[in-house]
């Protein structure tokens, strides 16, 4: 689990965006489209600060907890008797609508182990976009103060829990992996993943990350002046050599269209748009 404290500090969710602006009142970062620079063959070979401690700086977790809050406040008093306006790419809608359908056809609670899932975003996608009817009980792995965070802002949820390592994952069999931009920060991804497929779930569901079809790489992401991380750039084979290794096979994948610039890395090597991609264990 250390290596998931360690490195998911430099994990830089959507909403963080958001609390930079109200902290600073200015935007996140430089006004370009967020770049990736350079190719190493380690995250730990990408050279930026080691540790700037994002997740541990009390403000900036008040500020995260605060929109958690809002939303959570929002939620208390939505109703879904029309489809919600929301304006949002594919990657968050994909996990409701795999929930809903399983939900459906196994005609029970559906437990997701969501990686990385931060403060409940895509627990709350469900919320907001999945009638009552349909039941499911999220397992958040994260870090230790977002946990913390997480249990106390969700007491009031029984189907939602937060723990800091995949060790105390228990209460029965997972019927979706979820992992939601996180593998990407993670030094040994192929141990990890190994973790993930010996809860063997029926799905693996993978978002908003960047495959192709060469072999993987490091590289720097420069999502503001003042913070980038580190980032890998997976080769899509040797991922799906793991995901079949574990008993999976692909059956569907998307790309995001949200198109990226990179810098010092050659043309054939640049992927401009994140992907999605769902995993079967049969």
Wanted: negative net charge; contains cysteine.
């Amino acid at each position: 689990m250390r290596t998931l404290r360690r490195i998911l500090r430099q994990l830089i969710p959507p909403i963080f965006f958001t609390v930079w602006r109200k902290l600073t009142g200015k935007p996140a970062g430089p006004q370009r489209p967020v770049t990736f620079d350079g190719m190493y063959p380690t995250l730990a070979a990408v050279p930026i600060q080691a540790d700037k401690a994002i997740y541990e700086n009390p403000e900036i977790l008040g500020l995260l907890r605060a929109e958690v809050e809002d939303d959570l406040a929002f939620l208390k008093s939505y109703t879904q008797c029309m489809p919600p306006q929301i304006n949002t790419s594919e990657s968050p809608m994909l996990l409701p609508q795999l929930v809903a359908t399983v939900a459906e056809q196994e005609k029970r609670t559906i437990r997701v182990l969501d990686f990385g899932g931060g403060l409940g975003t895509a627990y709350r996608n469900c919320i907001r976009m999945l009638p009552a009817s349909v039941q499911y009980e999220f397992i958040i792995v994260e870090l230790p103060d977002m946990v913390d965070i997480g249990n106390d802002v969700f007491a009031d949820y029984a189907n939602v829990t937060f723990c800091e390592d995949l060790a105390a994952v228990s209460g029965g069999d997972i019927d979706i992996v979820n992992i939601g931009s996180s593998l990407e920060y993670i030094e040994e991804y192929k141990a990890l993943l190994d973790s993930l497929n010996g809860f063997k779930a029926k799905h693996v569901l993978f978002t908003d990350m960047f495959f192709y079809g060469g072999e993987t790489y490091a590289t720097r992401q420069k999502n503001f002046a003042a913070a980038d991380s580190f980032y890998w750039m997976f080769g899509f084979p040797e991922i799906e050599a793991i995901m079949q290794a574990g008993g999976y096979r692909q059956i569907y994948a998307s790309a995001n269209l949200e198109i990226q610039t990179f810098a010092n890395v050659p043309e054939d090597r640049q992927i401009p748009n994140s992907s999605n991609v769902l995993f079967l264990r049969d």
